[in-house]
């Protein structure tokens, strides 16, 4: 088999069976707020990601975040710190494990934990205004994770 | 850029209550039938916010320059026209025997100065009142009318009209005695968070109020102003409706409005508001 042939395999495989190579939300390994293992295996995609970090209903990070790279981003927010450059601030791990639960980096952060799935108060069933039993489905799958982490990946200082 | 960046970063840790809150700076005065109406929109905090906030805002102050100024005069505010109809409900003969609230009440002005001190504990019942709880007593305890419920256009109109006789004064609600006990299961709520996003009512509108969050100028979500008439939805809106919409944008299972926990609520964040002015009827975006 081809280098490329077994890729595509992977692939294939990966989003026939996602059980089979996901890290479950529950058991991402943190070490001091990084996580160094890729949550799926599969190379984030930076342009489905940066979808998902302007979708409101999907990670929404511009609610909070400017980036400059994005300028057809209509009235990004100003909660948190402009994302500019961050991979010249923090490894890949440390990036993936802010995105994963910001929690565990910054504590009592605002910033939401986007792959967890339980130990919530009141949880809800995404913005219907209903209740939900946990386990949620995560805000984002996996491999929205690893997508935005491409994306944000490219964020650095020239 | 990387050393702002990091600062910016470092302030957002670092800083429980960040310098960078940006109401605008305007005064209101409302032109109305009986002429000037001076709104305190800008005022030092209540001794009970200490540590928290040292200034109060009204969210009229975070609105812009057109929303703000359709408060100004009673004939560009959409909310009058609730107000109109309230005074008609008011004086209409609907009650079982033919009582209208004018029957027992005399005009609605006999009401001035109730709305600045609601929610309070009734200190004939004991039990904590809501204006929507008053006025629903009166209807089916007093006129023999089934309830209007919480959401409907005759409640509404009535909320406007009965707040509209307390414009300008200072909103002072009581949090001590019998009003303790509800205040601290208010203050409880206020800092909870809730839902899939985790976010307290105090994310929002004391640690981050003056930023942006997406397109929304974050206020300090104070109730003086209300019911608010909202653009949006060309509605008017009592606060415990809008407390179930901010609850809902966090993924969250909402309280409903009348519910204990959303009368509680209530108390608590109009206590955070006293010293604002009650502001009639507002208009928000």
């Given at each position: 088999?081809?280098?490329?042939?077994?890729?595509?395999?992977?692939v294939?495989?990966?989003?026939?069976?996602?059980?089979m190579?996901?890290?479950?939300?529950?058991?991402?390994q943190?070490?001091?707020?990084?996580?160094?293992?890729?949550?799926?295996?599969?190379?984030?995609?930076?342009?489905?990601?940066?979808?998902v970090?302007?979708?409101?209903?999907l990670?929404n990070?511009?609610?909070?975040?400017?980036?400059?790279?994005?300028?057809d981003?209509?009235?990004?927010g100003?909660?948190g710190?402009?994302l500019?450059?961050?991979?010249?601030?923090?490894?890949?791990?440390?990036?993936?494990?802010i995105?994963?639960?910001?929690k565990h980096?910054?504590?009592?952060?605002?910033?939401?934990?986007?792959?967890?799935?339980?130990?919530?108060?009141?949880?809800?069933?995404?913005?219907?205004g209903?209740?939900?039993?946990?386990?949620l489905?995560?805000?984002l799958?996996?491999?929205q994770?690893?997508?935005?982490?491409?994306?944000?990946m490219?964020?650095?200082?020239? | 850029?990387?050393?702002?960046?990091?600062?910016?970063?470092?302030?957002?840790?670092g800083?429980a209550?960040?310098?960078?809150?940006?109401?605008?700076?305007?005064?209101?005065?409302i032109?109305s039938?009986?002429?000037?109406?001076e709104?305190?929109?800008?005022?030092?905090?209540?001794a009970?916010?200490?540590?928290?906030?040292?200034?109060?805002?009204?969210?009229?102050?975070?609105r812009?320059?057109?929303?703000?100024?359709?408060e100004?005069?009673?004939?560009?505010?959409?909310?009058?026209?609730?107000?109109?109809?309230?005074?008609?409900?008011?004086?209409?003969?609907?009650?079982a025997?033919?009582e209208?609230?004018?029957?027992?009440?005399g005009g609605?002005?006999?009401?001035?100065?109730?709305?600045?001190?609601?929610p309070?504990?009734?200190?004939k019942?004991?039990?904590?009142?809501?204006?929507?709880?008053?006025?629903?007593?009166c209807?089916?305890?007093?006129m023999g009318?089934?309830?209007w419920?919480?959401?409907?256009?005759?409640?509404s109109?009535?909320l406007a009209?009965?707040?509209m006789q307390?414009?300008?004064?200072?909103v002072?609600?009581?949090?001590?005695?019998?009003?303790?006990?509800?205040?601290?299961?208010?203050?409880?709520?206020?800092?909870?968070?809730?839902?899939?996003?985790?976010?307290?009512?105090?994310?929002c509108h004391?640690?981050y109020?003056?930023?942006?969050?997406?397109?929304d100028?974050?206020?300090?979500?104070?109730?003086n102003?209300?019911?608010?008439y909202?653009?949006k939805?060309?509605?008017?809106?009592?606060?415990?409706?809008?407390?179930?919409?901010?609850?809902?944008?966090?993924?969250a299972?909402?309280?409903?409005?009348?519910?204990p926990?959303?009368k509680?609520l209530?108390l608590?964040?109009?206590?955070?508001?006293n010293?604002l002015?009650?502001?009639?009827?507002?208009?928000?975006?």
């Amino acid at each position: 088999m081809t280098r490329q042939l077994a890729l595509a395999v992977a692939v294939a495989l990966a989003a026939a069976s996602p059980a089979m190579s996901e890290t479950s939300p529950n058991d991402v390994q943190f070490d001091g707020g990084a996580v160094a293992q890729s949550l799926t295996g599969v190379p984030g995609d930076p342009t489905a990601g940066v979808k998902v970090m302007t979708t409101r209903a999907l990670g929404n990070c511009v609610a909070c975040h400017l980036v400059s790279a994005l300028p057809d981003v209509p009235f990004p927010g100003d909660i948190g710190p402009a994302l500019d450059g961050a991979a010249s601030r923090y490894s890949e791990a440390q990036l993936r494990g802010i995105i994963t639960n910001s929690k565990h980096t910054f504590e009592g952060s605002f910033m939401p934990a986007f792959y967890k799935t339980e130990g919530y108060i009141r949880p809800g069933d995404a913005y219907t205004g209903k209740g939900a039993a946990e386990p949620l489905p995560p805000i984002l799958s996996a491999q929205q994770i690893e997508d935005v982490l491409a994306y944000v990946m490219t964020l650095t200082d020239e | 850029m990387h050393r702002t960046s990091i600062m910016a970063a470092v302030l957002a840790v670092g800083v429980a209550f960040p310098a960078l809150a940006t109401p605008v700076e305007d005064t209101l005065v409302i032109e109305s039938d009986d002429g000037p109406v001076e709104i305190v929109t800008q005022t030092t905090a209540p001794a009970h916010l200490q540590g928290a906030l040292e200034t109060i805002y009204s969210g009229w102050l975070f609105r812009n320059d057109e929303t703000r100024d359709l408060e100004r005069d009673d004939f560009d505010n959409p909310g009058m026209v609730f107000v109109d109809r309230g005074r008609d409900t008011w004086n209409a003969e609907i009650g079982a025997k033919g009582e209208s609230c004018a029957s027992c009440h005399g005009g609605p002005e006999s009401l001035k100065g109730l709305r600045a001190v609601l929610p309070r504990v009734d200190e004939k019942t004991g039990a904590l009142m809501t204006m929507e709880n008053y006025i629903d007593t009166c209807l089916t305890e007093r006129m023999g009318l089934e309830s209007w419920g919480w959401t409907s256009t005759n409640m509404s109109d009535m909320l406007a009209l009965i707040s509209m006789q307390s414009r300008g004064m200072p909103v002072n609600v009581a949090i001590d005695g019998a009003a303790a006990p509800y205040w601290e299961q208010g203050k409880e709520i206020y800092y909870t968070r809730f839902g899939q996003l985790e976010m307290a009512c105090a994310n929002c509108h004391e640690q981050y109020y003056g930023h942006m969050i997406r397109a929304d100028h974050l206020s300090q979500g104070q109730i003086n102003g209300f019911p608010v008439y909202r653009l949006k939805d060309s509605a008017l809106l009592s606060a415990q409706k809008r407390f179930v919409g901010c609850v809902r944008d966090t993924r969250a299972e909402t309280f409903k409005p009348n519910s204990p926990e959303f009368k509680a609520l209530e108390l608590y964040v109009a206590s955070r508001g006293n010293g604002l002015s009650v502001e009639g009827v507002s208009v928000r975006h």
